[in-house]
């Protein structure tokens, strides 16, 4: 099986442009986790959804972030205007409803506001 | 709030040598535990889970954690350490009972392994 897919692997943008991050999380799971990882900070959650639901979106830093799931299989993760600030790798996790199965990451976006 | 320490940012030990990283949390109850490592430029792979039962567990690459409810631990190990496993490790908690939610991370320990 094909394990959580996210794009672009890299992006290098310049501030005030609009950033949008992909994920295709593993089919059949049912919840999406977006993170972003700093040095300063760590792992942190931004936003998550179950059933394409919105749950807990208290993560998500300010309003210039935004995040969809129109459907099980596609999420994006949206910075509109992006910052220096903003600059981190963005990881996509995914996991089914079994509770005993744990979440499975991408292998992240990195991305850098110049 | 729930929480996770991992007090060594960087340790360094030598091919063949065992490792001990060390992770303690603050949670209301027993959560789920995990260790995930990371790669360079790669996501998180789990390690290995604890979610009741043995406190000590076993995972991929030949690691183990203990589980000690005392002390609020959840340590990783491995004997005999290889290359290959130079890279950051996480320590994670969740919520118990519950597979659809958030875990929350501990800052990472990085790994570097010499000669």
């Known amino acids: 099986d094909a394990g959580v897919i996210q794009s672009p692997r890299h992006e290098v943008t310049e501030m005030g442009q609009e950033v949008t991050l992909r994920c295709k999380p593993i089919?059949?799971?049912?919840?999406l986790f977006w993170y972003r990882q700093t040095m300063m900070r760590g792992l942190e959650l931004l936003i998550y959804?179950?059933?394409?639901?919105?749950?807990?979106d208290s993560g998500m830093p300010e309003d210039r972030f935004s995040a969809k799931m129109p459907n099980a299989s596609f999420s994006t993760l949206k910075i509109q205007p992006s910052e220096p600030r903003d600059s981190a790798v963005y990881f996509c996790?995914?996991?089914?409803?079994?509770?005993?199965?744990?979440?499975?990451f991408g292998d992240g976006t990195r991305l850098s506001i110049l | 709030a729930q929480s996770v320490t991992q007090p060594d940012i960087h340790i360094t030990v030598s091919e063949g040598a065992s490792l001990e990283l060390r992770c303690n949390y603050s949670?209301?109850?027993?959560?789920?535990l995990f260790w995930y490592v990371q790669s360079p430029g790669q996501g998180l792979q789990l390690l290995l889970k604890?979610?009741?039962?043995?406190?000590l567990v076993q995972g991929i690459k030949g690691f183990e954690a203990e589980f000690k409810r005392s002390q609020s631990s959840f340590n990783l190990r491995k004997p005999s350490v290889h290359w290959s496993d130079a890279a950051e490790y996480f320590c994670?908690?969740?919520?118990?009972?519950?597979?659809?939610?958030?875990?929350?991370f501990g800052k990472g320990t990085r790994l570097s392994v010499i000669a």
């Open positions: 996790a995914s996991s089914p409803r079994d509770i005993n199965q744990p979440q499975h």
């Open positions: 089919s059949g799971h049912n919840s």
């Open positions: 959804f179950n059933n394409n639901v919105p749950i807990d």
């Open positions: 949670y209301g109850a027993t959560p789920y």
């Open positions: 604890y979610f009741s039962g043995d406190t």
């Open positions: 994670a908690v969740g919520p118990p009972n519950s597979g659809n939610t958030p875990l929350v």
